[in-house]
């Protein structure tokens, strides 16, 4: 007998019962919990669940959908359904620097993310060739000043042709316009290249060798329109030491940029990430 993966995730005003009402439905169903994860997040008051589960042959989306009608409506939840063994669509962003982009386009071809590369767009033709070599449809869209609101129209349509799930910044070094921040939102990752908050801007790791820093760092956090002050998923650091460059200092900020964007990914990818104001709850 076949069965398909389902992840349900949910927040609503913490009250008891909760995870009894949608396991008694998911059970009643022969649905099997595989994993599940809860949190009460006491300052708010709000309970956060995260179940993957498999449901039985002839059990799909519609019928899940009505079984558990009753206590959603019942505890005011807000919830999604996700197929896990439909392949996620991506596209990926990215600028001058590869570093982020070959070590997803890595990855997925290994088999640890679980995604398809529908596009990458760039401002610039640097990963053309990783993009032909790797099979995926490259788009050169140039940006200025004076083109930019019709750039990034062109990035829509782009993601609404090819029906990508997530968009992902990969060291695409422009800002995104409120208005696209905000068409965006909950579905662009971005990776920050430092442990956000401190030392933004132009040259990070020069900020940081100046100021004799002991910990490097890379953050990667969903885009809103407040530049690198949207919600955080997933950070790494480094130690380091007065001994070491500007340019030792960048090579080991790649290395972590890299690590810290695929774990971003992979973790939105599997809806492990919840958003909580401006905050997250990483089930991980």
Same mark, same amino acid.
């Given at each position: ?74 505890? &005011? ?57 790797? &099979? ?64 933004? &801007? ?14 490097? &760092? ?67």
């Amino acid at each position: 007998m076949s069965a398909a993966n389902f992840v349900l995730t949910l927040s609503c005003e913490d009250r008891p019962g909760i995870v009894a009402a949608v396991t008694t439905e998911l059970a009643a169903l022969n649905a099997n919990i595989a994993e599940s994860n809860q949190f009460w997040d006491r300052e708010t008051g709000r309970f956060f669940m995260r179940l993957a589960f498999t449901a039985p042959e002839g059990v799909g989306r519609d019928e899940l959908e009505r079984a558990l009608k009753s206590p959603i409506e019942r505890f &005011g939840m807000k919830t999604s359904l996700v197929d896990q063994s439909r392949k996620k669509r991506i596209v990926i962003m990215v600028s001058k620097f590869d570093h982020t982009l070959l070590h997803l386009l890595y990855q997925i071809r290994v088999g640890w993310l679980d995604a398809e590369v529908a596009a990458i767009i760039s401002n610039h033709d640097d990963a053309r060739k990783i993009a032909e070599d790797a &099979g995926i449809p490259y788009h050169l869209l140039p940006v200025t000043k004076d083109t930019k609101a019709e750039q990034e129209e062109q990035v829509l349509a782009i993601v609404k042709q090819t029906g990508a799930e997530l968009v992902v910044l990969a060291r695409y070094m422009q800002v995104l316009s409120d208005k696209l921040a905000t068409r965006l939102f909950g579905q662009a990752i971005n990776i920050h290249h430092s442990f956000l908050p401190s030392f933004k &801007g132009a040259k990070p790791y020069h900020q940081a060798h100046e100021r004799g820093v002991k910990i490097i &760092g890379a953050t990667a956090h969903y885009v809103t329109p407040d530049l690198d002050e949207g919600p955080i998923i997933e950070q790494e650091t480094a130690r380091v030491t007065h001994a070491m460059s500007p340019d030792y200092l960048i090579a080991a900020g790649r290395d972590i940029e890299s690590r810290v964007l695929a774990r971003a990914v992979k973790l939105h990818l599997e809806s492990r990430v919840m958003l909580n104001g401006r905050k997250t709850v990483v089930f991980g």
